[in-house]
């Protein structure tokens, strides 16, 4: 990564406890999840149920995006998850049907028909706020108490992030960061330089990184490394909880893909942000500038062009100049340790 030496992207919480620090020591989270489901992001939703249930995140609402899916499938199955997880009642807003500038492009091939692996879960009973995204999330920024930020998890491509910070540019102060799945240094998952939610709507990715607000990039670096073994799935498949075994069922539709195991676990690319905001010891990784391929070429490629000296450099030096670093590239993590949070989380939501 440029040279740069990594460094650990730990947060410490101000309630540290005698002894090792676990998951559950970290400050509580203001989160609001915008997501485009999609199985993993599935997973993530039930991983977010069992972090609510366990008191360890704030959650003020839910956002659909185009990705994974069209917009109309998305949000369907956000509703329908959000109800089937039994997720607080907070409000679940429908999001950006397209990219900011480009025409849509879905992963139906990697989802199935109806984004959840062919799975079918009951409707529910939650209906869409009045709301757009942006507006709905701006609300809910605005409705904080003045020392606290809101965390944005955004697991899709990043038009109604963009969207928000375009049309309330304030709100960027009360925002603590975006932590979010997409981009990669180490590789590609759609293209030979590009992941693909960057790839989706890299316009919007640039907006975002440029805005000035703390991007957490959990790009393939370590997505492609975190997930949940063949044991986890196996006792989830043929345990007493109907839910788990559905979860498990979808995530058997990555059976047939090589790329969905490419270390040896069933990786869930989509929960990685939200564990990054439970538990950030799991991970490390560089600050730097980071910057977004807009060209027919380099569409969607993120380029770490500059890299401070660790997690806890404000500045990258770039070009002989100082340079705000924009984003943390997460690029290592403890996937022992995530596979024992992850599963968790989840046992929370039997």
């Given at each position: 990564?440029?040279?740069?030496?990594?460094?650990?992207?730990?947060?410490?919480?101000?309630?540290?406890?005698?002894?090792?620090?676990?998951?559950?020591?970290?400050?509580?989270?203001?989160?609001?999840?915008?997501?485009?489901?999609?199985?993993?992001?599935?997973?993530?939703?039930?991983?977010?149920?069992?972090?609510?249930?366990?008191?360890?995140?704030?959650?003020?609402?839910?956002?659909?995006?185009?990705?994974?899916?069209?917009?109309?499938?998305?949000?369907?199955?956000?509703?329908?998850?959000?109800?089937?997880?039994?997720?607080?009642?907070?409000?679940?807003?429908?999001?950006?049907?397209?990219?900011?500038?480009?025409?849509?492009?879905?992963?139906?091939?990697?989802?199935?028909?109806?984004?959840?692996?062919?799975?079918?879960?009951?409707?529910?009973?939650?209906?869409?706020?009045?709301?757009?995204?942006?507006?709905?999330?701006?609300?809910?920024?605005?409705?904080?108490?003045?020392?606290?930020?809101?965390?944005?998890?955004?697991?899709?491509?990043?038009?109604?992030?963009?969207?928000?910070?375009?049309?309330?540019?304030?709100?960027?102060a009360r925002i603590q960061d975006v932590v979010i799945?997409?981009?990669?240094?180490?590789?590609?998952?759609?293209?030979?330089?590009?992941?693909?939610?960057?790839?989706?709507?890299?316009?919007?990715?640039?907006?975002?990184?440029?805005?000035?607000?703390?991007?957490?990039?959990?790009?393939?670096?370590?997505?492609?490394?975190?997930?949940?073994?063949?044991?986890?799935?196996?006792?989830?498949?043929?345990?007493?909880?109907?839910?788990?075994?559905?979860?498990?069922?979808?995530?058997?539709?990555?059976?047939?893909?090589?790329?969905?195991?490419?270390?040896?676990?069933?990786?869930?690319?989509?929960?990685?942000?939200?564990?990054?905001?439970?538990?950030?010891?799991?991970?490390?990784?560089?600050?730097?500038?980071?910057?977004?391929?807009?060209?027919?070429?380099?569409?969607?490629?993120?380029?770490?062009?500059?890299?401070?000296?660790?997690?806890?450099?404000?500045?990258?030096?770039?070009?002989?100049?100082?340079?705000?670093?924009?984003?943390?590239?997460?690029?290592?993590?403890?996937?022992?340790?995530?596979?024992?949070?992850?599963?968790?989380?989840?046992?929370?939501?039997?």
């Amino acid at each position: 990564m440029m040279g740069a030496e990594r460094k650990s992207a730990r947060v410490r919480s101000p309630q540290k406890k005698r002894g090792a620090m676990t998951w559950e020591d970290y400050v509580v989270s203001d989160v609001w999840v915008d997501c485009d489901p999609g199985i993993d992001d599935a997973v993530m939703l039930a991983a977010l149920s069992g972090a609510v249930e366990r008191g360890r995140v704030r959650l003020h609402g839910l956002s659909s995006v185009a990705g994974n899916m069209p917009l109309d499938v998305t949000t369907a199955n956000l509703l329908a998850l959000a109800s089937y997880w039994a997720l607080p009642h907070v409000p679940v807003a429908r999001g950006a049907n397209r990219p900011l500038v480009r025409a849509a492009c879905d992963a139906a091939h990697v989802h199935g028909a109806n984004g959840l692996g062919e799975v079918e879960i009951p409707a529910g009973d939650r209906a869409l706020a009045n709301d757009s995204a942006v507006l709905a999330m701006h609300k809910a920024i605005c409705s904080l108490a003045p020392a606290r930020r809101m965390r944005l998890v955004a697991t899709g491509p990043l038009a109604n992030i963009a969207l928000l910070l375009r049309a309330f540019p304030d709100d960027a102060a009360r925002i603590q960061d975006v932590v979010i799945m997409g981009g990669s240094t180490c590789g590609d998952n759609v293209t030979p330089r590009a992941e693909y939610n960057i790839w989706a709507d890299p316009e919007a990715a640039h907006m975002v990184f440029a805005s000035g607000v703390p991007v957490v990039m959990c790009g393939l670096d370590v997505t492609l490394r975190s997930g949940l073994s063949a044991e986890q799935l196996t006792s989830m498949r043929d345990g007493d909880s109907e839910r788990l075994c559905a979860l498990a069922r979808m995530l058997s539709f990555y059976k047939g893909d090589p790329a969905a195991w490419p270390h040896g676990v069933c990786v869930v690319h989509d929960a990685v942000p939200l564990l990054y905001v439970l538990a950030p010891d799991l991970f490390q990784g560089v600050r730097g500038v980071v910057e977004i391929g807009l060209g027919q070429d380099d569409r969607g490629e993120t380029r770490l062009v500059a890299a401070g000296d660790g997690a806890d450099a404000g500045v990258a030096k770039a070009s002989g100049n100082a340079t705000p670093s924009n984003a943390l590239v997460l690029s290592l993590v403890d996937a022992l340790g995530f596979q024992k949070v992850l599963g968790n989380l989840l046992q929370a939501v039997r």
